[in-house]
C-alpha cells in the first residue's frame, strides 16, 4: 500500500535550485530527480517500507514553509511509511 503524504513518517522533497542563468535546471533537476527517485525507491523497498513519487502538492507552500530561495524549484516528494 502506497503511504498517504498526511499519514506518512517521513516526506523526501526533491528541490533543485537555480544559480545563474547559464544552468538549464528546470531540464537537469528533472533528470537528477529522476536519479534520486528511483534510489529512494530502491532503498525502501531493500527496507521494507513504501514510496511512491509525486509531483502533485501545492508547490508555493512548501517553499514557504520550508524558506526556500526563490530560485528554488520544487520537484517531486516522496511520502514514506510501512504498507498495512
Not at 8 to 16: E, F, G, K, Q, T
Amino acid at each position: 500500500m502506497v503511504p498517504s503524504a498526511r499519514h506518512s513518517h517521513v516526506n523526501l522533497i526533491l528541490v533543485s535550485t537555480k544559480d545563474n542563468e547559464r544552468m538549464d535546471n528546470n531540464r537537469y533537476g528533472g533528470v537528477d530527480a529522476g536519479y534520486v527517485s528511483q534510489n529512494i525507491y530502491l532503498a525502501c523497498t531493500a527496507l521494507g517500507l513504501h514510496t511512491v513519487a509525486r509531483a502533485m502538492m501545492d508547490k508555493d507552500a512548501v517553499k514557504r514553509e520550508l524558506k526556500l530561495a526563490d530560485t528554488s524549484i520544487v520537484l517531486l516528494n516522496h511520502p514514506i511509511g510501512f504498507g498495512k
